[in-house]
T-cell receptor, first 107, second 111 residues
Framework: ELKVEQNPLFLSMQEGKNYTIYCNYSTTSDRLYWYRQDPGKSLESLFVLLSNGAVKQEGRLMASLDTKARLSTLHITAAVHDLSATYFCAVDSGMRFGAGTRLTVKP | DAGVTQSPTHLIKTRGQQVTLRCSPKSGHDTVSWYQQALGQGPQFIFQ???????QRGNFPDRFSGHQFPNYSSELNVNALLLGDSALYLC??????????FGPGTRLTVT
């Protein structure tokens, strides 16, 4: 059974700092997705990673995929309060989601 | 483009009842997936419809069934509701199962 593990599950960081969220998965998959969810809201697509070595960046967020290591990372650069949300990775094998990383950015 | 729409927004049902949730996909999308998200957890994949057929199914009992119409809209039906079915139900649409766009969700409360 496919397992998707995110860590950390909770992350409190100060504005201006950098941090990385990790997403490990247990079986081969060629697609990995990152989503953002604000409290009480639906999911917003951030990145779709389609191949080994894929790297995508949007603003202060950068996602990468290593299919050999079965690992994706979401790197946050110089965090700002607006990035506070829950971030999910999902693997395209029955669209299995991780448990989510609840990020809080403090001034 | 209205994006993915879902109805109703909120719903309260009693144990044992049946419920139908509806989803209209984003324009140009042909694939609809349904997810259940319990409070504080990640979405759980229920099933995916493409060309009016169920293409994939997650680990959900037969009480959960669905349908896709020729216009690509979809329904999720849940029979014999349990308290544990209380959750946010999310619909997502895509073009041939590529990038998914999520609707706002239907909050179901079972009492």
């Amino acid at each position: 059974e496919l397992k998707v593990e995110q860590n950390p599950l909770f992350l409190s960081m100060q504005e201006g700092k950098n941090y990385t969220i990790y997403c490990n998965y247990s079986t081969t998959s060629d697609r990995l997705y990152w989503y953002r969810q604000d409290p009480g809201k639906s999911l917003e697509s951030l990145f779709v990673l389609l191949s080994n070595g894929a790297v995508k960046q949007e603003g202060r967020l950068m996602a990468s995929l290593d299919t050999k290591a079965r690992l994706s990372t979401l790197h946050i650069t110089a965090a700002v309060h607006d990035l506070s949300a829950t971030y999910f990775c999902a693997v395209d094998s029955g669209m299995r989601f991780g448990a989510g990383t609840r990020l809080t950015v403090k001034p | 483009d209205a994006g993915v729409t879902q109805s109703p927004t909120h719903l309260i049902k009693t144990r044992g009842q049946q419920v139908t949730l509806r989803c209209s996909p984003k324009s140009g999308h042909d694939t609809v997936s349904w997810y259940q998200q319990a409070l504080g957890q990640g979405p759980q994949f229920i099933f995916q419809y493409y060309e009016e057929e169920e293409r994939q199914r997650g680990n959900f009992p037969d009480r959960f069934s669905g349908h896709q119409f020729p216009n690509y809209s979809s329904e999720l039906n849940v029979n014999a509701l349990l308290l544990g079915d209380s959750a946010l139900y999310l619909c997502a649409s895509s073009y041939q199962a590529y990038e998914q766009y999520f609707g706002p969700g239907t909050r179901l409360t079972v009492t």
